[in-house]
Structure formats: structure tokens, C-alpha cells
């Protein structure tokens, strides 16, 4: 049987990509030594942190 994991992750989204931003995603696994999978997650908590930023910052305005 497999290792039980404090956070198992059982929802698969996909998604469709030009042939230059696979080249981008290769390259940027390449250069970090980090899976698709995580550099997806990174960048969505990067995104979300800007847009609370930037909602913020308009509220502010």
C-alpha cells in the first residue's frame, strides 16, 4: 500500500498550453529542479497574493 501523506491532493486540473509556454514551463523546471505541479502552485499563491495586494491598493484609492 501507498504512504499515507498529511496533504493528499486528489483533484487533477488541466489545462492547455501553446507550444512556446510549454518551452517556458521546461525551462523554468529545468532551471528550479521543481515539477510542474509546484511551480503551478507557486505561482498561484504568487497570483493571489497580488491580486489581494492590488484589490487593496484600489480600495485604498
Known amino acids: 500500500m501507498g504512504r499515507m501523506r498529511e496533504n493528499p491532493r486528489y483533484n487533477v486540473i488541466s489545462m492547455r498550453v501553446s507550444d512556446e509556454e510549454r518551452e517556458h514551463l521546461e ?30 491598493n484600489q480600495k485604498a484609492a
Open 27 to 56: 525551462s523554468l523546471m529545468s532551471t528550479t529542479n521543481k515539477s510542474i505541479s509546484v511551480i503551478m502552485r507557486e505561482a498561484m499563491e504568487y497570483f493571489t497574493a497580488h491580486y489581494q495586494q492590488d484589490t487593496l
